[in-house]
């Protein structure tokens, strides 16, 4: 069993950037692969990065790629999010999630993860 504590949410206005971080514990989590998802009123969840268990490969959501990274530091058990250049879209809950997985593979439907972050709230002003 892993939780998952996210933190770093707030108001922010546009242009402006915010970190999210994501903090694991009860098991190894540097076997686990960690993505970002955020869910806006009235939408679904969508995938916004993806970050391997080793942290070597990411992948990025087209509406957020060259603005948000992705990173993990293992010693800490914990991953990142960097979110800059905010924009009013990018207003939702923020989620991590995590599954164990020692692959390749890049996971980006939120049915591919087992456990997950209570979510922080992100809010971009105009």
């Known amino acids: 069993q892993v939780q998952l504590v996210e933190a770093g949410g707030g108001l922010v206005q546009a242009g402006g950037s915010l970190r999210l971080s994501c903090a694991a514990s009860?098991?190894?989590?540097?076997?686990?692969?960690v993505g970002w998802f955020r869910q806006a009123p009235g939408k679904e969840r969508e995938f916004v990065a993806y970050?391997?268990?080793?942290?070597?490969?990411?992948y990025y959501a087209d509406s957020v790629k060259g603005r948000f990274t992705i990173s993990r530091d293992n010693a800490k058990n914990t991953v990142y999010l960097q979110m800059n250049s905010l924009k009013p879209e990018d207003t939702a809950v923020y989620y991590c999630a995590a599954r164990e997985a020692r692959t390749i593979v890049v996971f980006t439907k939120p049915s591919d993860y087992d456990y997950w972050g209570q979510g922080t709230q992100d809010t971009v002003s105009s």
């Open positions: 970050i391997k268990w080793s942290g070597t490969n990411t």
């Open positions: 009860g098991r190894t989590f540097s076997s686990y692969a």
